[in-house]
């Protein structure tokens, strides 16, 4: 797997990212719970980060995107099975552009690059969910070509009621 991604921009890099990246990325998770009004859901420290990313079995993976040399952003994600498609498919669990980045391309460039390695790797697809207050970012998926899954909610069990769902089951 190569280190770095070929793009046609000369103010843009991006590449996969390395254990010593982690609070890099950490720190734009912070930025993205911060947007996303939820700064109280983010307890995810780097230690947890650099287990999932770069453990013994990495369960995500992430690209990193620069602008003239700056940290601009990045993509995470992980790879889930369709049964009905019979096959592996990305599933994008965040992506984020730090504000002062935004508009200059980059999360056009990371889309790019998520789909070069779908296909690289011959998996069906690319999912991921958007908060549905989140005009923006439905408007810029709308443009790349992406379109609402039909029929699908996305629902959450966690926490509290996670627990107590757990209790009922003993």
Not at 121 to 132: H, I, N, T
Request: net charge positive; charged share 20%.
């Amino acid at each position: 797997m190569s280190s770095a991604f070929q793009l046609n921009d000369s103010r843009l890099s991006l590449r996969w990212a390395k254990p010593e990246d982690v609070p890099l990325i950490h720190s734009m998770i912070k930025g993205l719970a911060d947007y996303e009004q939820r700064p109280h859901d983010m307890i995810a420290r780097p230690e947890n980060l650099h287990e999932c990313l770069f453990g013994e079995s990495p369960l995500a993976e992430t690209i990193l995107a620069f602008y003239q040399d700056q940290a601009a952003g990045f993509a995470l994600f992980q790879t889930l099975y369709s049964t009905f498609l019979g096959k592996r498919y990305l599933y994008l669990e965040d992506i984020f552009i730090l504000p002062r980045f935004r508009g200059k391309g980059i999360g056009k460039h990371l889309f790019t690059s998520l789909a070069t390695v779908c296909l690289s790797r011959g998996y069906a697809g690319l999912e991921w969910s958007v908060l549905d207050w989140n005009d923006p970012a439905i408007g810029f998926y709308k443009a790349l070509g992406a379109t609402k899954a039909s029929g699908h909610l996305y629902y959450a069990l966690t926490g509290n009621a996670l627990r107590r769902l757990s209790n009922k089951a003993s």
